[in-house]
Protein backbone atom coordinates (compact mmCIF):
# COMPACT_ATOMS: atom_id res chain seq x y z
CA UNK A 1 0.00 0.00 0.00
CA UNK A 2 0.96 3.67 -0.85
CA UNK A 3 2.32 5.98 1.70
CA UNK A 4 -1.15 8.03 2.36
CA UNK A 5 0.50 11.77 1.10
CA UNK A 6 0.94 10.09 -2.16
CA UNK A 7 -2.41 8.21 -2.36
CA UNK A 8 -4.15 11.44 -1.43
CA UNK A 9 -2.37 13.32 -3.97
CA UNK A 10 -2.85 10.59 -6.93
CA UNK A 11 -6.81 10.96 -6.16
CA UNK A 12 -6.60 14.49 -6.22
CA UNK A 13 -5.21 14.81 -9.34
CA UNK A 14 -7.50 11.95 -10.78
CA UNK A 15 -10.80 14.22 -9.05
CA UNK A 16 -9.15 17.04 -10.52
CA UNK A 17 -9.23 15.90 -13.96
CA UNK A 18 -12.68 14.11 -13.59
CA UNK A 19 -13.91 16.95 -12.53
CA UNK A 20 -12.51 18.89 -15.36
CA UNK A 21 -13.85 16.61 -18.20
CA UNK A 22 -17.26 16.61 -16.41
CA UNK A 23 -17.51 20.25 -16.66
CA UNK A 24 -18.83 21.95 -19.51
CA UNK A 25 -16.05 24.06 -21.21
CA UNK A 26 -15.59 27.71 -21.01
CA UNK A 27 -15.93 27.83 -24.75
CA UNK A 28 -19.42 26.26 -24.58
CA UNK A 29 -22.79 28.83 -24.47
CA UNK A 30 -23.62 30.02 -21.76
CA UNK A 31 -19.19 30.84 -21.66
CA UNK A 32 -19.44 33.12 -18.45
CA UNK A 33 -21.48 30.69 -16.56
CA UNK A 34 -19.28 27.58 -17.48
CA UNK A 35 -16.55 30.11 -16.43
CA UNK A 36 -17.48 30.84 -13.24
CA UNK A 37 -18.52 26.94 -12.83
CA UNK A 38 -14.68 25.78 -13.51
CA UNK A 39 -13.70 28.75 -11.35
CA UNK A 40 -15.48 27.42 -8.54
CA UNK A 41 -14.52 23.86 -8.66
CA UNK A 42 -11.71 23.44 -9.91
CA UNK A 43 -7.77 24.00 -8.92
CA UNK A 44 -8.46 24.14 -5.08
CA UNK A 45 -9.88 22.19 -2.38
CA UNK A 46 -9.10 19.47 -0.05
CA UNK A 47 -11.27 16.93 -1.83
CA UNK A 48 -12.15 15.39 1.06
CA UNK A 49 -15.02 13.66 -0.02
CA UNK A 50 -13.32 11.99 -3.28
CA UNK A 51 -10.37 10.96 -1.08
CA UNK A 52 -13.44 9.16 1.41
CA UNK A 53 -15.20 7.71 -1.66
CA UNK A 54 -11.90 6.09 -3.22
CA UNK A 55 -10.88 5.11 -0.10
CA UNK A 56 -14.57 3.16 1.20
CA UNK A 57 -14.16 2.21 -2.91
CA UNK A 58 -11.07 0.52 -2.17
CA UNK A 59 -12.01 -1.65 0.58
CA UNK A 60 -15.73 -2.66 -0.90
CA UNK A 61 -14.02 -3.86 -3.90
CA UNK A 62 -15.40 -0.65 -6.22
CA UNK A 63 -13.96 -0.25 -9.64
CA UNK A 64 -12.13 3.19 -8.85
CA UNK A 65 -13.61 4.72 -12.41
CA UNK A 66 -16.48 4.11 -11.01
CA UNK A 67 -16.18 5.66 -7.95
CA UNK A 68 -14.68 8.77 -9.53
CA UNK A 69 -18.51 9.66 -10.96
CA UNK A 70 -19.87 9.10 -7.64
CA UNK A 71 -16.67 11.31 -5.80
CA UNK A 72 -17.03 13.54 -8.42
CA UNK A 73 -21.45 14.24 -7.98
CA UNK A 74 -20.56 14.68 -4.19
CA UNK A 75 -17.74 17.47 -4.81
CA UNK A 76 -20.11 19.15 -7.48
CA UNK A 77 -22.51 19.38 -4.59
CA UNK A 78 -19.77 20.42 -1.97
CA UNK A 79 -18.65 23.06 -4.22
CA UNK A 80 -22.15 24.84 -5.11
CA UNK A 81 -22.97 24.65 -0.95
CA UNK A 82 -19.97 26.82 -0.48
CA UNK A 83 -20.64 29.32 -3.56
CA UNK A 84 -24.19 29.26 -2.16
CA UNK A 85 -22.79 29.76 1.37
CA UNK A 86 -20.35 32.81 0.55
CA UNK A 87 -23.28 35.20 -1.10
CA UNK A 88 -24.15 37.81 0.45
CA UNK A 89 -27.95 36.44 1.78
CA UNK A 90 -25.69 33.49 3.63
CA UNK A 91 -22.46 34.10 5.57
CA UNK A 92 -21.04 36.66 3.21
CA UNK A 93 -17.45 35.93 2.67
CA UNK A 94 -15.40 37.07 0.33
CA UNK A 95 -12.83 35.04 0.07
CA UNK A 96 -12.76 31.19 -0.57
CA UNK A 97 -9.91 28.95 -1.50
CA UNK A 98 -7.82 31.50 -1.46
CA UNK A 99 -9.35 33.17 -4.10
CA UNK A 100 -12.62 35.66 -4.27
CA UNK A 101 -15.60 33.64 -3.49
CA UNK A 102 -17.21 33.35 -6.87
CA UNK A 103 -20.46 36.17 -6.32
CA UNK A 104 -17.08 38.59 -5.88
CA UNK A 105 -15.27 37.21 -8.61
CA UNK A 106 -18.50 36.90 -11.23
CA UNK A 107 -22.15 38.57 -9.52
CA UNK A 108 -24.72 37.50 -7.38
CA UNK A 109 -26.99 36.00 -9.93
CA UNK A 110 -24.09 34.00 -11.77
CA UNK A 111 -23.27 32.69 -8.13
CA UNK A 112 -26.61 31.59 -7.30
CA UNK A 113 -26.95 29.99 -11.32
CA UNK A 114 -23.43 28.02 -10.96
CA UNK A 115 -24.87 26.46 -7.03
CA UNK A 116 -27.86 25.36 -9.11
CA UNK A 117 -26.63 23.81 -12.12
CA UNK A 118 -23.44 22.38 -10.32
CA UNK A 119 -26.26 21.05 -8.02
CA UNK A 120 -27.90 19.66 -11.31
CA UNK A 121 -24.65 18.36 -12.94
CA UNK A 122 -23.98 16.21 -9.36
CA UNK A 123 -27.12 14.25 -10.07
CA UNK A 124 -26.44 13.78 -14.01
CA UNK A 125 -23.32 12.37 -13.04
CA UNK A 126 -24.38 9.77 -10.50
CA UNK A 127 -26.97 9.02 -13.19
CA UNK A 128 -24.74 8.13 -15.94
CA UNK A 129 -25.43 4.25 -17.27
CA UNK A 130 -21.50 3.71 -16.89
CA UNK A 131 -21.88 4.35 -13.55
CA UNK A 132 -23.62 1.07 -11.82
CA UNK A 133 -25.19 -2.20 -13.96
CA UNK A 134 -28.02 -2.95 -11.48
CA UNK A 135 -30.27 -0.17 -11.92
CA UNK A 136 -32.15 -0.51 -8.74
CA UNK A 137 -28.70 0.48 -7.06
CA UNK A 138 -28.15 2.94 -9.10
CA UNK A 139 -31.62 4.21 -8.04
CA UNK A 140 -30.71 4.12 -4.04
CA UNK A 141 -27.59 5.87 -4.86
CA UNK A 142 -29.29 8.89 -6.33
CA UNK A 143 -31.99 8.48 -3.50
CA UNK A 144 -28.85 8.66 -0.63
CA UNK A 145 -27.68 11.82 -2.33
CA UNK A 146 -30.79 13.59 -2.77
CA UNK A 147 -31.82 13.32 0.84
CA UNK A 148 -28.02 13.83 2.04
CA UNK A 149 -27.97 17.31 0.08
CA UNK A 150 -31.41 18.06 0.94
CA UNK A 151 -34.20 19.27 3.62
CA UNK A 152 -33.50 16.42 5.41
CA UNK A 153 -29.52 16.41 5.12
CA UNK A 154 -27.28 19.64 4.35
CA UNK A 155 -29.69 22.70 2.87
CA UNK A 156 -31.57 21.20 6.68
CA UNK A 157 -28.40 21.97 8.03
CA UNK A 158 -27.42 25.26 6.96
CA UNK A 159 -31.07 26.73 7.62
CA UNK A 160 -30.59 25.68 11.40
CA UNK A 161 -27.04 27.07 10.84
CA UNK A 162 -28.54 30.42 9.39
CA UNK A 163 -31.33 30.74 12.38
CA UNK A 164 -28.93 29.72 15.30
CA UNK A 165 -26.86 33.52 14.82
CA UNK A 166 -26.63 34.98 18.34
CA UNK A 167 -28.46 32.05 19.86
CA UNK A 168 -27.28 30.16 22.64
CA UNK A 169 -27.50 26.33 21.73
CA UNK A 170 -27.20 23.09 23.46
CA UNK A 171 -24.11 20.71 23.06
CA UNK A 172 -27.05 18.32 21.35
CA UNK A 173 -28.44 21.17 18.92
CA UNK A 174 -24.85 22.16 17.49
CA UNK A 175 -24.40 18.18 16.73
CA UNK A 176 -27.95 17.80 15.11
CA UNK A 177 -27.08 20.93 13.02
CA UNK A 178 -23.58 19.83 12.17
CA UNK A 179 -24.89 15.97 11.37
CA UNK A 180 -26.78 17.35 8.61
CA UNK A 181 -25.17 20.46 7.09
CA UNK A 182 -21.53 19.17 6.96
CA UNK A 183 -21.72 15.10 8.46
CA UNK A 184 -24.46 14.38 5.33
CA UNK A 185 -22.69 14.72 2.50
CA UNK A 186 -18.80 13.23 4.13
CA UNK A 187 -21.47 10.40 4.99
CA UNK A 188 -22.75 9.93 1.65
CA UNK A 189 -19.34 10.04 0.36
CA UNK A 190 -18.08 7.45 1.67
CA UNK A 191 -21.43 5.29 1.39
CA UNK A 192 -21.54 6.20 -2.16
CA UNK A 193 -17.57 4.57 -2.49
CA UNK A 194 -18.84 1.21 -1.17
CA UNK A 195 -22.28 1.48 -3.23
CA UNK A 196 -19.85 1.41 -6.41
CA UNK A 197 -18.92 -2.14 -5.59
CA UNK A 198 -21.34 -5.03 -6.74
CA UNK A 199 -23.50 -5.99 -3.58
CA UNK A 200 -22.08 -4.46 -0.95
CA UNK A 201 -22.15 -6.56 2.21
CA UNK A 202 -25.17 -4.85 4.75
CA UNK A 203 -22.88 -4.89 8.30
CA UNK A 204 -19.76 -3.85 6.73
CA UNK A 205 -21.87 -0.58 5.17
CA UNK A 206 -23.56 -0.08 8.82
CA UNK A 207 -19.62 -0.41 9.67
CA UNK A 208 -18.35 2.45 7.36
CA UNK A 209 -21.59 4.79 7.93
CA UNK A 210 -20.25 4.57 11.93
CA UNK A 211 -16.71 5.31 10.78
CA UNK A 212 -18.12 8.69 8.45
CA UNK A 213 -20.70 9.81 10.91
CA UNK A 214 -17.67 10.00 13.41
CA UNK A 215 -15.03 11.84 11.29
CA UNK A 216 -17.82 13.99 9.40
CA UNK A 217 -18.95 15.25 13.36
CA UNK A 218 -14.83 15.27 13.91
CA UNK A 219 -14.22 17.63 10.23
CA UNK A 220 -16.83 20.30 11.87
CA UNK A 221 -15.13 20.39 15.34
CA UNK A 222 -11.61 20.81 13.94
CA UNK A 223 -13.18 23.39 11.44
CA UNK A 224 -14.39 25.13 14.98
CA UNK A 225 -11.22 24.67 16.25
CA UNK A 226 -9.24 26.17 13.26
CA UNK A 227 -11.54 29.42 12.77
CA UNK A 228 -10.72 30.20 15.91
CA UNK A 229 -7.21 29.33 15.84
CA UNK A 230 -5.58 29.77 12.43
CA UNK A 231 -4.90 32.56 10.19
CA UNK A 232 -6.61 34.13 7.04
CA UNK A 233 -4.11 32.91 4.69
CA UNK A 234 -3.89 29.46 5.90
CA UNK A 235 -7.11 28.60 5.40
CA UNK A 236 -7.68 30.44 2.44
CA UNK A 237 -11.20 31.69 4.19
CA UNK A 238 -11.74 34.72 6.44
CA UNK A 239 -10.42 33.47 9.77
CA UNK A 240 -13.09 34.03 13.19
CA UNK A 241 -16.01 34.81 11.19
CA UNK A 242 -17.90 32.28 13.42
CA UNK A 243 -17.26 35.10 15.97
CA UNK A 244 -17.89 37.59 14.00
CA UNK A 245 -21.27 36.06 12.89
CA UNK A 246 -21.46 35.62 16.39
CA UNK A 247 -22.69 31.72 16.01
CA UNK A 248 -22.21 29.25 18.43
CA UNK A 249 -19.16 26.43 17.76
CA UNK A 250 -17.60 24.14 19.50
CA UNK A 251 -14.86 26.20 21.02
CA UNK A 252 -18.29 28.53 22.26
CA UNK A 253 -19.94 25.84 23.80
CA UNK A 254 -17.12 23.26 25.14
CA UNK A 255 -14.01 25.35 25.17
CA UNK A 256 -11.02 25.14 22.93
CA UNK A 257 -8.93 22.30 25.27
CA UNK A 258 -12.45 20.22 25.69
CA UNK A 259 -13.65 20.65 22.02
CA UNK A 260 -10.13 19.33 21.21
CA UNK A 261 -10.75 16.24 23.20
CA UNK A 262 -13.79 15.88 22.03
CA UNK A 263 -12.30 15.63 17.95
CA UNK A 264 -9.78 12.97 19.83
CA UNK A 265 -12.61 11.28 21.07
CA UNK A 266 -14.55 10.67 17.78
CA UNK A 267 -11.41 9.80 15.88
CA UNK A 268 -11.11 6.99 18.49
CA UNK A 269 -14.73 6.37 17.64
CA UNK A 270 -13.61 5.98 13.67
CA UNK A 271 -11.32 4.00 14.46
CA UNK A 272 -13.07 1.83 16.50
CA UNK A 273 -16.21 1.30 14.11
CA UNK A 274 -13.62 0.04 11.12
CA UNK A 275 -11.79 -2.17 13.39
CA UNK A 276 -13.64 -5.40 11.95
CA UNK A 277 -11.93 -4.35 8.71
CA UNK A 278 -8.26 -5.08 10.20
CA UNK A 279 -5.45 -4.01 7.87
CA UNK A 280 -8.09 -3.35 5.01
CA UNK A 281 -9.29 -0.36 6.76
CA UNK A 282 -5.56 1.11 6.99
CA UNK A 283 -6.96 4.02 4.64
CA UNK A 284 -9.83 4.81 6.37
CA UNK A 285 -7.64 5.11 9.64
CA UNK A 286 -5.28 7.37 7.44
CA UNK A 287 -7.76 9.63 6.50
CA UNK A 288 -9.50 10.21 9.86
CA UNK A 289 -6.10 11.14 10.82
CA UNK A 290 -5.58 13.54 8.03
CA UNK A 291 -8.91 14.98 8.83
CA UNK A 292 -8.29 15.36 12.54
CA UNK A 293 -4.79 16.54 12.36
CA UNK A 294 -5.69 18.82 9.54
CA UNK A 295 -4.08 23.03 9.87
CA UNK A 296 -6.23 24.03 6.97
C1 LIG B 1 -25.82 26.66 0.90
C2 LIG B 1 -27.35 24.62 0.91
C3 LIG B 1 -26.14 25.31 1.39
C4 LIG B 1 -25.36 24.68 2.25
C5 LIG B 1 -24.09 25.19 2.76
C6 LIG B 1 -21.43 23.08 3.96
C7 LIG B 1 -22.15 24.35 3.99
C8 LIG B 1 -23.61 24.25 3.81
C9 LIG B 1 -21.56 25.52 4.14
C10 LIG B 1 -20.12 25.69 4.33
C11 LIG B 1 -19.89 26.47 5.56
C12 LIG B 1 -18.77 25.93 6.29
C13 LIG B 1 -17.50 26.71 6.21
C14 LIG B 1 -18.91 24.81 6.97
C15 LIG B 1 -17.83 24.20 7.74
C16 LIG B 1 -17.41 22.88 7.24
C17 LIG B 1 -17.08 22.92 5.81
C18 LIG B 1 -18.05 22.30 4.91
C19 LIG B 1 -15.95 23.47 5.41
C20 LIG B 1 -15.51 23.52 4.01
O1 LIG B 1 -15.22 22.22 3.56
P1 LIG B 1 -13.74 21.78 3.19
O2 LIG B 1 -12.81 22.16 4.32
O3 LIG B 1 -13.47 22.73 1.96
O4 LIG B 1 -13.75 20.34 2.78
P2 LIG B 1 -12.47 22.53 0.73
O5 LIG B 1 -12.22 23.94 0.24
O6 LIG B 1 -11.21 21.86 1.21
O7 LIG B 1 -13.22 21.71 -0.28
Known amino acids: MSDFPSWA??????????????LPSVDVAPQRLHTAMRYSILGGGKRVRPLL??????LFGSHADK?????????????YSLVHDDMPCMDDDDLRRGKPSCHKQFDDATALLVGDALQSLAFQTLA???????????????????????????????AIDLASVGISLTQQELEFMHIHKTGALIRAAALLGAY????????????????????????QVVDDILDNQADTATLGKTAGKDAENNKPTYVTILGLARAKEFARELHTEALDSIAPFGA??????QLADFITERSF
Open 9 to 22: ARIQARTESVLSTL
Open 53 to 58: AHAAGE
Open 67 to 79: VDYAAAAVEMIHA
Open 128 to 158: RPELCKDAQQQMKMIHLLAIASGSRGMAGGQ
Open 196 to 219: CAEAPEDSRLQALDRYAKCIGLAF
Open 280 to 285: DGQRLA
